[in-house]
């Protein structure tokens, strides 16, 4: 092997940077061709028809072995191998896909998508995923109908019950000399018939074996007569013994384990093995090898005496005697990089003429320069070379960090808030310095920079907008999952995929939505018997729909299932001590039903291990409510169920009214404002221990936000009070005074004040005063 | 970097390596973003400027606009794959005569044959084997080897 020219410490830094960026693109891009595979998978399981569902899943699965091949990834690309060879033959149509094959698919897709993290966070594969790929492997090729042919996928299945090859005794008396007890490796190599146009030199690989301590050298079937034979095909056979550890043989056969069988023996227990017959083929074999080994040694460059002999072969090709442009140029490069007079013309040669040259070439390889010393020379020139850093084109997005635009968005924000100085300093310079022009000249400026701010903020926030399908995605296989585990038939519905939400918003839902799907599924959707006596049809519609919906997206999970039974609620609120039995009956079916908020609560009635993991439709209120959305729930008993998800488009800024308490300032979120009214003191009825006001006919329970933020009581001549709509109650809240409305960007508490209840978080007035914003749901 | 269309045939005359000039103009024609970034880095690295296109499609368009040396062509790719890609090269009187490598994972004797059907020069398999790759690229664009 050539020796590298030492790197400079900055040329190393720079490798090492693009080793980084190489490996960092290898798992973003084999996540996102994992999901693309799956999806596809999918597809095809629900229609398998679909040829374009099939291509794409075998392009996927390509592209992840070739990128893989890049890295030290030899177990992930054996299973991806594996699968590859099964996605051949559906795409073929020699195999069809089933529920069980698109589960080992799916199963193994997920250990590539692990491996994958593992690779991110580790730099290297588990200790066990030789053994892993080589199960799944194994699972692949006995779906083909190949069985174990193989032979790796046996010996690694089990070890240590492998029967001893027939050759082991050939290979015992040549190993006399072992010692008692000491371990050799058998290898049976049959190289890919191809496998010379792979660039694979088969030989070279089993002479480089660690610890070979034997060698036989075969063909796979017999030599053909001579007119039959291709020199271009691969008929070597290698049977070979190793004093290495079974680990090291295995890594270096690792790029061929499809063509290796491997058997760990004694050295002793050789000899009592079966002694293989050598066949005629086997002895004719010697002397091929011998000439392959005479070729290895040849002081030529065996690169150009392939392309060379690439180059003879396309001429011969039918289709390409006519055209010869381009065999002409490879050969005249090929000449000038090693030096070689080109004995043609400049005008373009026919076939026949090229012919002839290129034979002379060949003939010459003992004159050709050995390639290795090229490189070298190539490779010393090359690293003074500064690296171009001109982006190729085609590219038309730009992949930005999150951490960046989260920057970006501070600084808006900050923006924002330092805009809203100007208004105040436009007030001082009227009341305090007694220029009215001076006010005016601000008050214009302050015009066009937020004008500028809001375009700048919603081009920031537009960035971080993206659709829900990246949520969306994930859900068919779940679904399918879950059906398919609990025997249903379910069909899922996608719609509104290209609705957009901020990216905080849309991860945050991964995980309630993910919940609320489980539900339909555990509970809602029946089994296709109990659809077939209801009247339904077998295969259960679960529709997933997002849509746009003014300031906010809209997201709904429907599904046609038993809906939820309001006597069961009511029965299991109570058995739950959530609620005593008086109150339940009172309540209306629609009212009874939306029970399943209360923390706490479950209908199941066995814990199934899908949903029922604690995580009930409190957490799911709870999380979309944080980020200021609210959920309804509607279900009709027998017909179905919605639940529906609606939140803020972008959680950025926020909208808030200030109040004021005894000089304070205080934020209200605008959204749950209703109206503000100033009543008489005297309107205010009191009602046993609480206090309410009519107001237009409706009865509205009052709250006092001193009381709350535990102030002293105050008694106005007019009450303030802002009606808000908390949940589904409308509440009025007495507060001294009302401020005005504002954009702010709410910061919320860390730290020690994380835990702090009944605020939300805090925001920076222009004036360098900071808001707290009241967490309504949370105090009232 | 830019590359026109009246720069000299570098068939006819050697392409100085110096630190300004590439050593030739290599277009790789590749779906998978790690193999196109690996094969760029690997020969920005060794000193030729390097083009990428993600199908046969795009890459068309990029050959029929400048001067390549060499193309480097994947095989199974969207829109048009790379026999399709070769084949629409080969039938372009400017393209006729610039050497083609194809680079595939496919290791069937059948892909082979098709490849060199279909106009390549050259076949090399993934996993790439970055001497094999570089010192194919050197051969085939005619940079001095001494």
Partial sequence: ???????????????????????????EETRALLEEANGALLSLERNPDDAEAVNALFRCVHSIKGAAGLFDLPAMIHLVHA???????MRDGRLALDGELADQLLAGLDRVGRWNELFRSDGQLPAEAMEEARSFAALYRARLGEGAAAGTAAAAASPDRVRLPGWAGEAAAELAAAAAGEAVVLVEYAPDEGCFFAGDDPLRLVLATPGLAWLDIGTQTAWPEPVAFDPFACNLRFRLAARAPREAVEHHFRYVPDCISLVRAKADALSGAVSGAVSGADAASGDAAAAAVAEEEHPLDPIAIELLEAQRRALSLPGRASQVEDIETTVRNLCRSCGIDWPLGADCAGAETLAPVIDRLLARRDSVPAQAQAQDQAAGAASGIA??????????????????????MNLVGELVVAKNALPFLARDAELRFGSRELSREIKDKYAVIDRISRQLQNAVMDIRMMPVSDLFKRFPRLVRDIARKQDKKVRLVIEGETTEADKNIIEALAEPLTHVLRNSLDHGIEKAGERALAGKDDLATLKLRAFQDGDCVVIEVIDDGRGIDPGKVRAKAVERGLLDAERVAQL?????????????????????????????MDAVRAVVERFGGNVVLESRSGEGTTVRLKLPLSMAVTRVLTVEMAGQLYGVPMDLVVETVRISPQSIRRLKASEAVVLRDQVIPIARLRDM?????HRPALESVLILRVGNATVGMVIDDFGTGMDIILKPFSGILSNLSGFSGTAVLGDGRVLLVLN????L | ???????????????????????????????????????????????????EAINGLEGLEQAL?????????????????????????????????VPAVMMSTEQGREDIARAFQSGANFYLTKPIDPTRFLATVNLMTGVPCR
């Avoid at chain 1, 029970?595 to 949903?611: I, M, Q, R």
């Avoid at chain 2, 084949?87 to 393209?95: M, P, S």
């Fill in chain 1, 1 to 27: 092997m050539r020796s590298n020219p030492p790197l400079t410490p900055a040329e190393e830094a720079a490798r090492a940077a693009e080793t980084a960026e190489l490996a960092a693109s290898f798992v």
């Fill in chain 1, 588 to 616: 209306s079916d629609a009212q009874a039903v939306q029970l399943v908020f209360l923390p706490g609560f479950s209908t199941a009635d066995a814990v199934s291990d899908l949903s029922g993991r604690g995580v009930g």
């Fill in chain 1, 776 to 779: 309504l749901k949370e105090i």
């Fill in chain 2, 65 to 97: 606009n400048q001067r390549f040396d060499l193309f480097v062509v994947d095989i199974n790719m969207q829109k048009m794959d790379g026999y399709a890609f070769l084949a629409e090269v080969r039938r372009h009187g400017d393209l006729r005569s």
């Fill in chain 2, 1 to 51: 970097m830019t590359i026109t269309a009246t720069d000299r045939d570098p068939a006819d005359t050697p392409a100085p390596a110096s630190e300004d000039t590439p050593k030739a103009r290599v277009l790789i024609v590749d779906d998978t973003l790690t193999v196109r970034l690996y094969c760029s880095q690997l020969l920005k690295r060794a000193g030729f400027a390097v083009s």
């Fill in chain 1, 387 to 408: 690296l171009d850093r001109h982006d190729a084109a085609g590219e038309r997005t730009l992949r930005v960090e999150q951490g960046k635009v989260d920057i970006l």
């Fill in chain 1, 709 to 713: 933020l535990g102030m002293e009581a």
């Fill in chain 1, 83 to 89: 699968g590859e060879d099964l996605l051949g033959a």
